[in-house]
Nanobody, 111 residues
Framework: QVQLVESGGGLVQPGGSLRLSCAAS????????MTWYRQAPGNQRELVAT???????DYADSVKGRFTISRDNAKSTVYLHMNSLKPEDTSVYYC?????WGQGTQVTVSS
């Protein structure tokens, strides 16, 4: 059974940092490009960051310079390091690999 389990969300003040994790099981993680998406209420789901099997990373313009995606194939885990958080980063964050999706983790940026 394939599972992607996100963790690390929470409430943070503007300018703060969080690290999201997504642990995969049931797949050969090293063969998958992994992607973080987010969706705020009333908005469409948007791509935040992606990392390929060769560790090439790409980002949405809205998070470039603030967010970093990384992966640890030995742990079958992808991370999203988020710095200089803004209220507009408030969303549910999802990880995805192939056709597989996690359940999401809430990130709220508020003072």
């Amino acid at each position: 059974q394939v599972q992607l389990v996100e963790s690390g969300g929470g409430l943070v003040q503007p300018g703060g940092s969080l690290r999201l994790s997504c642990a995969a099981s049931g797949i050969d993680f090293s063969l998958y490009t992994m992607t973080w998406y987010r969706q705020a209420p009333g908005n469409q789901r948007e791509l935040v960051a992606t990392i390929t099997t060769t560790f090439f990373a790409d980002y949405a313009d809205s998070v470039k310079g603030r967010f970093t995606i990384s992966r640890d194939n030995a742990k079958s885990t992808v991370y999203l390091h988020m710095n200089s958080l803004k209220p507009e980063d408030t969303s549910v964050y999802y990880c995805s690999g192939g056709e597989h999706w996690g359940q999401g983790t809430q990130v709220t940026v508020s003072s």
